[in-house]
Every structure is written in C-alpha cells, then in structure tokens.
C-alpha cells in the first residue's frame, strides 16, 4: 500500500493544453516535495512545500499544499513537449524519503 | 560539476552470480541511499546510510548489502541475484537525514536471468 496516492496514473496532452496531478495520504505531511524524472534519467527536484495552504510557482508549474497538510497539486499552465516525464511526489517520515507511483506525462505536439 | 555517478548503467546477469554497483558523490553529503523503481510501485528505498560505518535497512533491503567506508562512495552488493531484483535502481544523496534535495545518480538497469 502506498503511503502516497497519486493520480492519474498517466495523462496524455496536447501542447498548449493546461494539466493537473495530484498526491495524497491519509495522514498529514510535514512538508512534501516534487521531483520531475525524464526518461534515462533520476529524478530532480521541483520544489519542496511546507506550510498548509502554500502555493508555489516555477515558471508554469504551480504547485499547492492542502490546507490540512494532506495532499497536494501541480498544476502545469499551457504544457509544452518538455513537460514530458514522471512526476513524483514524496515526504520524508522518520528521516526516510517515500514517493508516491508517479503521474506519467505526455505532451504531445 | 556537483554529481552522484553510478557505475554501471546497464548489467545483465544470471541468477546467483554476485555483483556490485558503484555510486560515488562529490557533494560531501553525509546522507546516502539505494532505491529500486518498478513500474506501478515507485521508487523505493532499499538502504540509507547516515555517515561513514552507519547504514540502515530501508523499506525492501531483502537480497541487497551496502557498505560506507568512505564518505563519497555507496556500493550496493547483491551477493546472489534473483529475477526479482530485476529492476531500476537509483542511488541519491543528500545534505543531511531527513533535509532537503536529494540527487540522484543516472540509474542502473539491471537484468537478472
């Protein structure tokens, strides 16, 4: 059982069409990170949220901690082919990192 | 460049023959750890170690070793390969336990037969 829910498990779009992901537990996170990973590639980090409620954006990533600290949202505005790749999202609980399965993403052009 | 590099990127191996994947950081961190990515279950972590000498068991550390001897260097030992451990692996370090980033090598696709 993952400890991380995320959905969709895979989403296909078309470039210039806007996107949302979404990760979400049961119990209430400390603070949550995304991380982006491109095929042939490990993951890099998007951002880290902390605070319940915050919004954060980079570029055309947005990205939203619920207010009771429990799930999360990335929102990608007007997608491009480099927006393909898995997006992940993680906690640390008890000094370890534990993701979620992943959003697969495709942007088509 | 500040990297964790991991050696090799692809091995294919036959059951019970015993092999070692490098990884290596040039960031000081102090935090390191294994994860294998399978498709549908995510990255998970397979073992983490604190500082030189100091590692723990992470979520799937069944059939795997590592060792910390210096504070670059990680490998993960599987001393009798299994189909099962057919997998992606990653190794990632970071700052501290617990804190920030972590980075992550390029991966090691891994074939066991």
């Known amino acids: 059982t993952q400890l991380l829910e995320q959905s969709p498990q895979f989403l296909s779009i078309q470039e210039g069409e806007n996107l949302t992901v979404y990760c979400n537990s049961s119990s209430v996170f400390s603070s949550l990170q995304w991380y982006r990973q491109e095929p042939g590639e490990g993951p890099v980090l998007l951002v880290t949220v902390v605070t319940g409620g915050e919004v954060k954006k980079l570029k055309r990533l947005t990205f939203q901690f619920g207010d009771a600290r429990k799930d999360s949202s990335l929102h990608i505005t007007a997608a491009q082919t480099g927006d393909t790749g898995l997006y992940l999202c993680g906690r640390y609980s008890w000094g370890k990192l534990q993701f979620g399965a992943g959003t697969q993403v495709v942007v088509t052009p | 460049e500040a990297q964790v590099t991991q050696n090799p990127r692809y091995l294919i191996t036959v059951t019970g023959k015993k092999l070692t994947v490098t990884c290596s950081q040039n960031m000081n961190h102090e935090y390191m750890s294994w994860y294998r990515q399978d498709p549908g279950l995510g990255l998970r972590q397979i073992y983490y170690?604190?500082?030189?000498?100091?590692?723990d068991k992470g979520d799937v550390p069944e059939g795997y070793k590592v060792s910390r001897k210096e504070k670059r260097n990680f490998p993960l030992i599987l001393e009798s390969p299994s189909p099962n451990q057919t997998s992606l692996y990653f190794c990632?370090?970071?700052?501290?336990?617990?804190?920030?980033?972590?980075?992550f090598g390029p991966g090691t696709r891994l074939t066991v037969t």
């Open positions: 990632a370090s970071s700052l501290k336990q617990g804190l920030g980033e972590q980075y």
């Open positions: 170690s604190m500082n030189v000498e100091v590692t």
